[in-house]
């Protein structure tokens, strides 16, 4: 997934287009648009559709667009857009007015005409859509260069190159998570620890970090796998993202706020409940665990994981510290518990619980553009500082 930051551009650009043009080798389409004080300017998805030769199949709350070689899920009253199995995150919400579908126009520019696919071009200052790549694509690059999509920050605030961490979406496949009682009709904690995921790997790469995802589409893997398969010797930090949420009872849906997790045993009833919510994703798994080191071996490990577990609760605490910035609910501090996918990382690890699914306010603030966008920088600035930290303290 691309950087947010284009997409926020023509959001922010954009001065009030009336219509939208589709070119095509048919022909113009002209796509009359809908402005929103709070959205921006909006495409119908229908016309859009048929101007670009496809169809919309309607099956709520996901609309699905495919033909000519495109395939797109919108899931209405989101700012998520699946693209060939990956979310994407669009400053604005698909939304169903009547009985039309609009989506944001930012899709066009940023998704339709990204330039990766090479299927269509995007002129911002005439609002128009044209088949094809543009013609700076067509001339081919000099050997060993490379594109600006894979060009990465310098680093910055003093953090030395060469750092990687570990950003593991929680759940996926056949284990959804918890449902969200809160979220969007559809959306499950799955889907939002996925988006989130994508935010905080282009937040850490824009500040010169290299981040290796335990998944970018929608499937299971095993708990025991997620960090000695994706958090080698080269890591620096491995971050478990998640969603918290209550059983139903009295009250269940007043309880939001935020909370970082370590490795440890758990020292209250809640943090308990935690982690068996989020260890019940074994039940799903059909892989064989990873063994486990033995001998002296692991007496080596473990003497070397005394330094991670210290390593990791600060960590935590300068997490809780960044989000406690954008977060509007409580600041459930630091806590600790005994989470299977941080039992095999052998490496700094945490486990952020980013809100609760069950409180509509902490729904609001994960599912939504902004709210997200302000907790994915949120968990980078945290990650920069424990870097940073850690570099100071080995020179």
Request: proline letters at 6%; aromatic letters at 6%.
């Amino acid at each position: 997934m691309s950087s947010l930051l284009p997409l926020l551009i023509v959001a922010l650009t954009l001065q009030s287009p009336g219509e939208l043009r589709v070119s095509t080798a048919r022909g113009v389409d002209r796509i009359p648009l809908r402005q929103d004080s709070g959205a921006g300017a909006l495409v119908p998805l229908g016309p859009l559709a048929r101007a670009v030769g496809a169809t919309v199949d309607h099956a709520r709350p996901w609309v699905e667009v495919s033909g000519a070689g495109n395939r797109f899920r919108f899931l209405i009253g989101t700012p998520m857009v699946e693209v060939g199995g990956t979310l994407r995150i669009l400053p604005a919400s698909t939304r169903a007015i009547g009985d039309s579908i609009w989506v944001p126009l930012a899709f066009v520019a940023e998704v339709l005409a990204d330039p990766a696919r090479r299927a269509w071009s995007w002129d911002a200052g005439a609002t128009r859509l044209s088949e094809g790549p543009p013609v700076s694509q067509l001339v081919s690059r000099p050997a060993g260069s490379s594109s600006a999509s894979q060009a990465v920050a310098k680093p910055s605030t003093g953090l030395r190159p060469g750092h990687v961490v570990t950003v593991d979406a929680g759940h996926g496949g056949s284990d959804p998570g918890n449902d969200g009682a809160a979220f969007p009709s559809g959306l499950k904690e799955k889907d939002v620890t996925l988006a989130m995921a994508f935010l905080v790997r282009d937040e850490l790469q824009a500040r010169g970090v290299r981040v290796v995802m335990t998944r970018t589409t929608d499937t299971l893997i095993n708990l025991t796998h997620r960090a000695p398969r994706y958090c080698r010797n080269d890591c620096d930090l491995f971050v478990s993202l998640h969603v918290n949420s209550l059983p139903k009872r009295p009250g269940w849906t007043l309880a939001r706020g935020f909370e970082t997790y370590f490795l440890a045993e758990a020292r209250t009833a809640d943090a308990r409940r935690t982690a068996q919510m989020e260890n019940d994703a074994i039940r799903y798994e059909v892989e064989a665990p990873e063994t486990q080191a033995s001998g002296l071996d692991f007496i080596l490990k473990d003497l070397q994981s005394l330094e991670y577990l210290r390593e990791s609760a600060r960590a935590a605490e300068l997490m809780q510290s960044a989000i406690d910035v954008v977060h509007d609910g409580n600041n459930r501090g630091v806590k600790q518990a005994g989470f299977a996918v941080l039992n095999t990382a052998r490496r700094p690890a945490i486990l952020v619980e980013m809100g609760f699914g069950t409180n509509p306010e902490d729904a609001r603030l994960m599912t939504g553009a902004s709210g997200q966008r302000a907790l994915a920088r949120a968990i980078a600035d945290a990650i920069v500082a424990y870097l940073v930290e850690h570099d100071r303290k080995t020179g």
